[in-house]
């Protein structure tokens, strides 16, 4: 049986092509807001870092109604190191919006979200996006499209999509760049017609399908999903069957239905809807909500494997306690255990050390956005370099394999080919776009990447764009050179000084600026020469009873450069840790002790 009232769709698109300003459209346009109400841009990214970043890091959910149907809008994450977002979203929805920017076309992140739901064979509605730009090429864009529907092997259904032409920011849609409209009726129509309405299999057995959870500080957690058959009710009790096997007996305190950006208490919702339930505390996504009497669950939700693994340390660096409000492996052990519950693609495992756990993800962005979440909230802690999960297949150790997309100007392909070979990756494509840039495909380990970004970024003087997308596990490439240069190391406590500062120029490149405070085993820079370097940054000028014409020249310094987290991470070594705070990132060794360095280095060398 198929649910005409209803319609679930979910809006994919690349970082940065639009997708949640046209979402604010559709939510404006369906007069969701009272007249009086005052509505920021781009009100789906509700975390802090989302209207930081300019991302989507959360998939949200919102709805709409236009005319008799309710339209369920779910908003994705862009960036494949948010998949196990897009996975379990694409698990509520019937069809998708493909949002394509109008002059770049498909980007590498498109083609990750893309390819999930063409394996879930859903129907697919191209809108192409910002048709107001001067260097927009829709007609080449639409066949660009085309050919990434084809290399992802799209049946005939999936290739004869409709095509929307859109300008988010003014809220208008069009069948063609000659029409005249001036809202977004052509694009709900479009959604109306070529998206079906939920198909339902059993009205009698009641399924829902747990895909995200919340929180509400008066009636506790709330599980978010879609109801796949049957109906559910508020306050009557069912059945939830957990990850192994087992079931629960539970009773639905609060159901919820979605209306804009608001939450409704319903009595009752039916199957095909997305609804919101509270009153169940032990809940994990992909479990199933069904029948007290007959429960049956639906296939959980899986996602891609971890790529890479950081290890969480409690801070026992020298200013431990001095700015945080969470320090104990307790208050982290708990945290990232409550990040596991709502975000699947996570793993946590414990080590062999009390006052350590292992966390694994998808990527180093997925983990800074982790670490600096955690940051704002208070915690404090240490992280290590970011290390690729490996495993056997056939006593044979296998490694991930990312395929990168890089876009530079043309003068810097020599060094970018040499960066990347250097790393063991190799070149699978070019395309000379014929504007003074050039497409480059490589195909290289995640070992390779770990730190290549913020070196990629200095040679392309920040011109160059970069994207990446998991492609396989393959056998071992064997080992890959990572970070040439030394680091700066201060060897006592204090306040750095203009003049310890000033006598390093020739040694390197600071991180830190003078006054800030340093403890021995800190790293304050970078050298410019391989192997680690301990300095004395607090040192101050002797005085004398001499007077000198030129002591009182100025002295001009040059600034230090600073490292943001995504930089921090990048840039530490094996042996090296950053240390957060919510008022500071630092740079250490992990044995803070010269000496102890010295004799661990010494020993190392003699094991082989």
Request: aromatic share 6%; net charge negative.
């Amino acid at each position: 049986m198929k649910k005409d009232s209803i319609r679930n769709i979910a809006i994919i698109a690349h970082v940065d092509h639009g997708k949640t300003t046209l979402v604010d459209a559709m939510l404006d346009q369906s007069n969701i807001f009272s007249e009086h109400e005052h509505v920021g841009e781009r009100v789906m990214d509700s975390m802090e870092l989302e209207k930081e970043r300019g991302i989507t890091i959360m998939a949200k959910n919102t709805a709409v109604h236009y005319k008799d149907i309710k339209i369920n809008i779910v908003d994705t994450p862009g960036h494949a190191d948010f998949g196990g977002e897009v996975e379990r979203s694409l698990n509520m929805v019937d069809g998708a919006l493909l949002l394509v920017d109008s002059s770049e076309g498909p980007l590498p992140q498109t083609r990750f979200v893309v390819k999930k739901a063409l394996e879930k064979k859903l129907p697919v509605i191209l809108v192409i996006n910002k048709i107001d730009r001067a260097d927009a090429r829709p007609d080449e864009v639409i066949n660009e499209v085309y050919d990434l529907f084809i290399e992802l092997d799209a049946d005939d259904q999936q290739i004869d999509f409709p095509i929307i032409y859109t300008n988010a920011k003014l809220g208008m849609s069009k069948l063609s760049l000659d029409d005249d409209s001036e809202n977004l009726e052509p694009l709900f129509n479009t959604i109306v017609e070529s998206i079906p309405g939920p198909e339902v299999e059993n009205e009698e057995l009641t399924q829902f399908l747990i895909t995200n959870l919340d929180y509400d500080n008066y009636v506790g957690r709330i599980a978010i999903g879609r109801i796949f058959n049957g109906k559910l009710e508020s306050n009557k009790n069912y059945a939830l069957c957990n990850e192994d096997g087992t079931t629960t007996n539970i009773k639905i305190s609060v159901l919820y239905s979605f209306q804009g950006l608001q939450k409704t208490a319903v009595e009752t919702m039916e199957a095909g809807d997305i609804a919101a339930i509270a009153g169940v505390d032990d809940v994990k996504i992909g479990d199933t909500i069904s029948l007290a009497d007959n429960p049956v669950a639906l296939p959980r939700i899986k996602v891609d494997e971890p790529t890479i693994s950081m290890i969480f340390y409690v801070n026992n660096g020298p200013f431990a306690g001095t700015e945080g409000k969470f320090l104990t492996s307790r208050h982290i052990k708990e945290r990232l255990e409550k990040e596991v519950l709502g975000n699947i693609a996570i793993q946590v495992k414990a080590t062999d050390r009390a006052d350590a756990y292992e966390v694994a993800g998808r990527g180093e962005l997925q983990m800074a956005i982790l670490i600096e979440t955690m940051r704002r909230e208070g915690f404090e802690f240490m992280v290590s370099k970011p290390q690729v999960i490996t495993k056997k297949e056939k006593n044979v150790l296998m490694e991930p394999v990312e395929r990168m997309f890089v876009d530079v100007v043309e003068k810097h392909v020599g060094v970018i080919t040499e960066i990347v070979a250097e790393r063991k990756g190799k070149m699978v494509n070019l395309q000379n776009l014929g504007n003074g840039r050039v497409d480059l495909e490589f195909l290289i380990t995640s070992r390779g990447l770990i730190g290549f970004r913020s070196k990629f970024q200095i040679e392309t003087k920040g011109s160059g764009v970069m994207n990446t997308l998991f492609e396989s596990f393959e056998p071992w490439y064997g080992p890959i050179p990572q970070r040439q240069s030394g680091a700066l190391v201060s060897d006592r406590p204090g306040k750095t000084t203009t003049y310890a500062s000033l006598s390093m120029v020739d040694r390197g490149e600071l991180f830190v600026d003078v006054g800030t405070k340093v403890y021995a085993g800190m790293v304050v820079g970078e050298r410019n020469r391989s192997g680690d370097l301990d300095i004395n940054i607090v040192r101050e000028k002797k005085l004398t009873n001499m007077r000198s014409s030129t002591s009182e020249a100025t002295v001009v310094l040059r600034p230090p450069r600073p490292l943001s987290l995504d930089q921090a991470i990048e840039f530490i070594a094996e042996d090296e840790l950053v240390e957060i705070t919510p008022k500071s990132k630092r740079l250490r060794k992990m044995e803070l002790d010269a000496v102890k360095r010295a004799i661990a280095k010494k020993k190392s060398k003699a094991e082989v």
